[in-house]
C-alpha cells in the first residue's frame, strides 16, 4: 500500500508542472509573434520612407533641369520668375542670404519658381517642386594689360523637391555656366 500513494502523489506533482511548462512555451511563442509583428510594421514604415524620398529626388532633379533650361533660355535676371543677379563678391554672403530669408513653403521677398511650368499638380508630390536661380559673372581668362577683363556669366541653381508628406524635402543644387 505504501506504493500506491506515493505514485498517486508523484502524478499529480508532474501534472501541474506540464501546465507551468506549456504556459511559458505559449508566452514565449507569443513574444515571438509580437516581435516579428513590429518587426514587419517597422520595415514596412522604412519602405514608405524610402519611396518618398526617391519622389522627393526625383521632383527636386526635375524642378533642377527645368531651372537650368530657363536659366540658358531667359537672359532677364531681375527678380522674375525666381531668377536674380547676384552682387559682386562676396558671393557666399548672397547665397547665405537667399538660404535665410527665403521660405519655400511661403515664399516672401523672393520668387520662387515654381516648377515643372504648366503641368498638373502631382498627387505624389504635397507641393510643387520650386526652385532660384543665381547669376554671376566669373573671370574666364586670365587679365592682360591694356585688354578688356573676358567673363563667363553662371547661374547657381537651387531646387527642392517634396514627397507625399511635406517633411520630405530634398534640395538639389548645381552651377551652370551658361
Given at each position: ?7 498517486q502523489?508523484?502524478a499529480a506533482?508532474e ?8 504556459l ?8 515571438i ?5 513590429s518587426?514587419?510594421t ?5 519602405a514608405?520612407?524610402?519611396?518618398d524620398?526617391i ?10 533641369r527645368?531651372c537650368?533650361n530657363?536659366a ?22 548672397f547665397?547665405?542670404?537667399i538660404?535665410?530669408?527665403t521660405?519655400w513653403?511661403s515664399?516672401?521677398g ?7 511650368t504648366?503641368?498638373i499638380?502631382?498627387?505624389e508630390?504635397?507641393?510643387?517642386p ?25 547661374a547657381?541653381?537651387t531646387?527642392h523637391g517634396y ?6 524635402v ?9
Amino acid at each position: 500500500m505504501p506504493c500506491r500513494v506515493m505514485l498517486q502523489h508523484g502524478a499529480a506533482l508532474e501534472r501541474g508542472i506540464a501546465l507551468i511548462i506549456g504556459l511559458i512555451i505559449l508566452a514565449v511563442l507569443s513574444l515571438i509573434g509580437v516581435a516579428a509583428f513590429s518587426v514587419s510594421t517597422q520595415e514596412e514604415r522604412m519602405a514608405g520612407n524610402s519611396r518618398d524620398r526617391i519622389r522627393a529626388f526625383e521632383a527636386a532633379e526635375a524642378a533642377l533641369r527645368d531651372c537650368e533650361n530657363f536659366a540658358t533660355t531667359n537672359a532677364l535676371f531681375d527678380g522674375t520668375d525666381g531668377s536674380y543677379t547676384a552682387p559682386l563678391p562676396p558671393l557666399q554672403s548672397f547665397t547665405e542670404q537667399i538660404q535665410q530669408i527665403t521660405n519655400w513653403t511661403s515664399p516672401g521677398g523672393f520668387t520662387i519658381r515654381s516648377v515643372p511650368t504648366g503641368t498638373i499638380q502631382n498627387p505624389e508630390w504635397s507641393q510643387q517642386p520650386m526652385c532660384v536661380v543665381e547669376q554671376f559673372q566669373v573671370q574666364s581668362k586670365p587679365i592682360q594689360l591694356g585688354s578688356a577683363v573676358q567673363t563667363t556669366a553662371i547661374a547657381h541653381v537651387t531646387a527642392h523637391g517634396y514627397g507625399t508628406n511635406k517633411k520630405t524635402v530634398v534640395q538639389l543644387e548645381s552651377y551652370y555656366a551658361m
